[in-house]
């Protein structure tokens, strides 16, 4: 126990457990090659450079007329049109001197025209067009203006989202090289466990646990096996540990990290591999542990379905999407004034289950009602966390960190 700094009153801060965390997470899963239409959510494993220019030729930024600026005189003229080109079309060869030419969104812009004028600004006749007076590059888009071919579009640990795959096929690219899901076995643990579905004894709970935790892994396009739930045995804890360290990449468990006699599995894995971290300052998930199974990491979460939740969402996620090849792994705070009072200082950082409200004072952010570590209907209540940290007193008016549920989701 001495060997992880985890004495009886030595809670790690939240930041410290999290940075160790990530000094250890394991390599990147091995490489695949997909279809860009199976890649959402997941990561690259290697840069993609651009096979041509973005745009690839001028082209039109506006439904209008394209013309040479010089060839219309400071208060706007009449020219006559030399032609009618269309987005698909191959455009034409060369605008001819003191003409204007019909043009489209997305059409080539011809040869020698320097710029475009919106139709809304434009009076069409059947011998040609007046348009006011306009400057070279209004409403082109000029070949190579985003990027230039060899250029590099997305880099190894992005993970793909619906623009970069629109990103992608729109230069071509059918295929990507994505690291594979990583696989999480997750264990819940507890005799007092029932299935949702059965009837309950007198002393028993319903699992939530598996259920919330499986969602918010697959979330985060890992591949999940939910092996069940262990009963407070210390043989059949071992034997469990040990299977899953055979056949996953990361093993999660729910509950018997603190410190009941029915609590087993910490001790496992000490009998198994080795515990490297153990109880945290933080409010709720105080007893989440990290070790390793064999070779195989370990993540320790509390029994507590809230507590389970927001120790996987705050402090596992970090671990687990740098295991899985992510660059950006930290979720984004944003300081918000607070719309409460927190009078008295906490020696474990509070992650208050909050919403956003408008006031005519600006935004602010307001806990929920119900903050116990067992009281899901707070956190289904909730748009985010607040972020009260270890001994701090709060002043309604203060600025105090926020967390959005839509950025612990991706």
């Not at 809670?11 to 090659?33: F, G, K, N, S, Y």
């Not at 220019?53 to 013309?67: E, K, R, V």
């Not at 264990?187 to 319903?206: F, H, K, M, N, W």
């Not at 929920?368 to 707070?378: I, V």
Request: hydrophobic residues 45%; charged residues 20%.
């Amino acid at each position: 126990m001495n060997a992880c700094g985890c004495g009886h009153d030595n809670l790690r801060p939240v930041d410290q457990a999290i940075a160790e965390l990530l000094e250890h997470a394991p390599r990147p899963p091995a490489t695949e090659r997909v279809p860009i239409d199976m890649a959402l959510g997941m990561v690259l494993a290697e840069d993609v450079v651009a096979p041509r220019p973005g745009p690839a030729w001028d082209n039109s930024a506006m439904d209008g007329y394209a013309l040479r600026a010089c060839d219309l005189p400071a208060e706007g003229g009449f020219l006559p049109l030399a032609g009618r080109v269309a987005a698909g079309d191959e455009g034409l060869n060369a605008l001819p001197e003191g003409h204007a030419v019909r043009i489209f969104t997305g059409a080539p812009l011809p040869i020698g025209a320097d710029s475009v004028v919106p139709q809304e600004h434009a009076k069409p006749s059947e011998c040609g067009v007046w348009l006011p007076a306009c400057w070279p590059g209004d409403h082109v888009r000029r070949c190579g203006e985003e990027f230039l071919r060899g250029a590099r579009l997305l880099e190894v640990g992005q993970r793909l989202r619906a623009a970069e795959l629109g990103l992608l096929a729109s230069q071509g690219i059918a295929s990507v090289a994505i690291y594979r899901p990583l696989r999480v076995g997750l264990l819940s643990t507890g005799d007092e466990l029932c299935v949702p579905g059965e009837a309950l004894r007198r002393g028993q709970i319903y699992d939530a646990n598996s259920y919330s935790l499986a969602a918010a892994l697959r979330g985060w396009q890992l591949e999940v096996g939910e092996l069940g739930r262990l009963p407070d045995d210390p043989t059949a804890c071992r034997s469990a540990l040990a299977s899953a360290a055979q056949d996953w990449d990361v093993i999660i468990t729910s509950g018997g990290v603190s410190v009941g006699e029915e609590d087993h599995v910490k001790a496992s894995v000490e009998a198994l591999g080795e515990l490297r971290l153990w109880r945290l300052a933080i409010q709720p998930g105080k007893p989440f542990a990290f070790g390793r199974v064999g070779q195989t990491a370990w993540l320790g979460l509390p029994g507590n379905p809230v507590a389970a939740l927001l120790c996987l969402q705050v402090v596992a996620r970090p671990f687990l999407l740098r295991a899985q090849g992510r660059r950006e792994v930290l979720p984004r705070a944003m300081p918000v004034m607070a719309g409460f009072d927190w009078p008295r200082a906490n020696l474990r950082r509070q992650y208050l289950r909050a919403w956003l409200t408008s006031t005519p004072g600006g935004m602010r952010v307001v806990p929920h009602a119900w903050q116990g570590s067992a009281m899901l209907s707070g956190l289904c209540g909730a748009e985010g966390l607040a972020v009260v940290e270890a001994h701090r007193v709060l002043r309604a008016g203060e600025l105090v960190d926020f967390i959005s549920f839509d950025t612990l989701a991706a």
